[in-house]
């Protein structure tokens, strides 16, 4: 109950800074009042940080009665306390959102969501388990993650001397070793224990194999041969072969086909990029294998070579009944074009048609995986192309006997040949027969 001890001001206090104080109610015993005080001294005023505002009533304050020496609030401090407190909250949700993306790697673990996806559409058949999809594109995403971050974590020195990776999260300091550490680990532990509990093991396998691969061989390879990018194709060929083993749960010729792609893709894509940034890769301490070709020929080649064996893709997943013919031509057009400039590079081995190459290859693979997509053909669908098959092949078979037949009874119906001649009895009537 509310009791009056003193009107309500409307003077506003003027500090030095022109700020203004706000009081509240104070919750004690219970019992709420508004009551009058007044400040030591002969009503002076509080003096607050320059550039702050803040409302307040002037000898009014909100207090509860009930207890001697009960005193009021300071909401103007308690206000900016916990605003400063929130917003020092999203600062630091921003800064470690930023630095754990970057230490994941986003966009290119999103690229290996994609790939693994694709595959577990392409082996899921007529229905596809949309839980199992999502299960198995998160296990995949924090695997990726955990495998970035170690391939971070065992490069810190090679990055920080790199112009492209020196503003990294740990190059820069922006986060810490034992931090980083920790995301990689419980990322990997968490993404490989949900393919193996909600998918299968099959595809949990597939998942730590590849993160021990990518951060334990591919890493420390980088510095010491350059086989490492072979090594490298193969981590990338993986994740659309989980896919697959999470749909189907099995290993199958038909699953190879992605995979087959997305190794092929990758090398002429990180040829390019290898001499783009051969300078940078140098200067980082990575054995690349275009920094022994100045000329540029034999990345050129391996580009090429690579290049030429995507273009019978597109058949053999028509062939395998994996995709309609459609396919089959639009990715021997693909294939062709991206080879078209992989031999301009070899050709001219210039920076320009390298960077050509590079932006042909990122064309690539979406296009690539769409057109799977699109023109992907069901087991129901191939067991109604099958089924047609047979009843064109029976029907076939069915007109073949029935002329057989035909003829036979044809003959029957005609006497001997003997009783026909009319040579030895030229006198007698030749004989006629009625045509059946």
């Known amino acids: 109950m509310w009791r009056n001890s003193a009107g309500f001001s409307s003077k506003l206090l003027t500090s030095k800074s022109s700020s203004f ?53 300071d909401l103007s401090s308690v206000s900016a306390a916990s605003v400063l407190k929130g917003r020092d ?3 630091l949700a921003k800064h470690y959102g930023r630095c754990y993306s970057e230490l994941s790697k986003a966009r290119l673990s999103m690229l290996v969501v994609a790939t693994s996806g694709t595959g577990y559409i392409l082996g899921s058949g007529s229905a596809i ?49 034992p931090h980083a550490v920790i995301w990689a680990s419980s990322t990997g532990i968490l993404g490989t224990a949900l393919l193996a509990s909600k998918v299968n093991m099959l595809a949990a396998g597939f998942g730590a194999s590849n993160l021990v691969l990518y951060a334990f061989v591919y890493t420390p390879l980088k510095q010491i041969h350059p086989i490492n990018t072979w090594v490298g194709a193969i981590v990338g060929a993986i994740p659309p072969l989980l896919g697959w083993a999470a749909a189907s749960g099995q290993v ?37 294998f275009s920094l022994a070709d100045a000329s540029g020929q034999r990345t050129a080649a391996v580009a090429l070579r690579n290049c030429l064996y995507l273009l019978p893709l597109g058949y053999l997943a028509y062939d395998w009944g994996l995709t309609s013919g459609w396919f089959f031509l639009e990715s021997t057009l693909l294939a062709l074009a991206i080879s078209g400039t992989a031999i301009s590079f070899y ?35 191939q067991q109604m192309t099958i089924e047609n098959s047979v009843k064109i092949v029976q029907m076939s078979s069915s007109l073949d006997t029935t ?34």
């Open 21 to 73: 104080i706000l009081r509240v109610p104070l919750l004690h015993h219970g019992v709420a009042s508004r009551s009058t005080s007044t400040a030591a001294g002969s009503g002076s005023e509080s003096t607050e940080a320059a550039g702050s505002v803040k409302l307040g009533f002037s000898s009014t304050e909100w207090v509860r009665t009930g207890s001697p020496g009960s005193s009021a609030l």
């Open 89 to 91: 909250v999203v600062d």
């Open 129 to 177: 388990d949309y839980m199992g999809l999502c299960y198995t594109c998160a296990g995949t995403m924090m695997v990726a993650a955990s495998a970035s971050t170690l391939n971070q974590v065992f490069e810190l020195k090679n990055d920080a001397k790199m112009n492209r990776t020196k503003k990294r999260p740990l190059p820069s300091g922006r986060i810490s070793i």
């Open 252 to 288: 199958s010729l038909n699953g190879m086909l992605l995979p087959a792609a997305l190794y092929f893709w990758q090398l002429p894509h990180f040829m390019a990029l290898a001499y783009l940034c051969r300078k940078d890769y140098a200067d980082g301490g990575f054995r690349m």
């Open 347 to 381: 050709l001219n081995g210039t920076t320009k048609d390298a960077r050509r190459m590079f932006h042909a290859s990122l064309l690539y693979l979406p296009v690539f995986m769409s057109g799977l997509l699109v023109h992907r053909v069901t087991e129901s669908e």
């Open 403 to 436: 002329e057989e037949a035909r003829e036979v009874k044809r003959m029957k119906r005609r006497p001997p040949v003997a009783y026909a001649s009319v040579a030895p009895f030229p006198f007698l009537p030749a004989p006629s027969y009625a045509t059946p």
